[in-house]
């Protein structure tokens, strides 16, 4: 699932706005680094960035044009307030929305078998079982994710998001956000059985395969090679995981296009920087700000 939560990462699709963006990209050389697209009107300037949330520690976030935009900005966006007091709400959250049921433990949604593997998968991770039983399926399956992640030497403290808002904070740029921590939790823990299950049953699959997946991503996200991204996230998702996918990136699109919209005519300079996925596709922020007839373009 780390793919799919990631950017969750990236996306193209066929539709004409998108099929422009990707005609756009291949007929213009850019510098090797992550993709920044810019939109204008007569008073406003808006910088969109995609970000990785877990990255290696010590890699530049952005190229020079996004680092340039970044300090133009005087307000910046991510997707929730990156705070202390936001991480302490999260952890209150997880186990708040994380927490199986009296009467379903985890082992409950699985078959013999599918316990069997997950077991084995929880003890090469170094997570106890009981630990496992006591969580719902959606926090077991992003747990094994993460925990892989960290161990092949990802971190969420060096998240792109987390370094932009470090520079935002201490060049008094003014924060702003999409989302509450809430929100965000209540998205996962609201999922169906059946994709929870599912959730689990790819990080399960995807153990020994994982680390390098990530490491084909996060090479794919610092050279700004979208199409790559598209294929290792926004396609398999959408195929797969309908449902994960309109509740994790097209309905959130839909409500944060219109926050942009409604900035957009004000003035000033924006620095947006949410998951890559959100950024490119057909129902990503670029689609649907030239769909409203803004006109965005890609500049690294």
């Known amino acids: 699932m780390i793919r799919k939560m990631i950017a969750v990462c990236a996306a193209f699709a066929l539709t004409a706005c998108a099929s422009s963006a990707t005609e756009q990209a291949a007929a213009t050389e850019f510098p090797p680094g992550p993709a920044l697209y810019v939109v204008r009107d007569a008073d406003s300037t808006m910088y969109l960035f995609g970000t990785l949330h877990l990255r290696r520690p010590g890699v530049a976030w952005g190229g020079a044009r996004a680092q340039a935009g970044l300090a133009e900005a005087s307000e910046v966006w991510t997707e929730l307030e990156i705070s202390p007091n936001t991480d302490a709400q999260m952890q209150g959250l997880v186990g708040r929305y994380g927490m199986a049921e009296s009467g379903r433990p985890f082992s409950s949604y699985f078959s013999a078998e599918e316990n069997a593997r997950i077991g084995a998968t ?49 060049n008094g740029k003014t924060a702003r956000w999409f989302e509450t921590a809430e929100e965000q939790i209540s998205m996962l823990a609201g999922m169906s059985p059946d994709v929870q299950r599912q959730m689990v049953l790819e990080a399960v699959d995807e153990a020994d395969a994982g680390a390098a997946l ?52 004000g003035s000033g300079v924006d620095f947006v920087a949410v998951g890559a996925g959100h950024v490119i596709g057909e129902d990503g922020l670029v689609a649907q700000l030239r769909a409203l007839g803004y006109t965005v373009e890609r500049v690294e």
């Open 122 to 170: 929880a003890q090469r991770l170094g997570l106890q079982p009981q630990m496992i039983e006591a969580m719902k399926p959606w926090l077991v399956g992003l747990t094994f994710q993460i925990v892989q992640m960290m161990q092949a030497g990802y971190d969420p403290a060096a998240g792109a998001d987390r370094q932009i808002d470090t520079y935002a904070d201490a």
């Open 214 to 265: 990530m490491e084909r991503m996060a090479t794919a996200w610092e050279t700004g090679d979208l199409a790559t991204l598209e294929q290792l996230v926004i396609t398999d998702m959408r195929a797969e995981y309908p449902e994960f996918y309109q509740v994790l990136i097209a309905d959130r699109n839909d409500r944060w296009v219109t926050t942009l919209r409604q900035e957009l005519q």
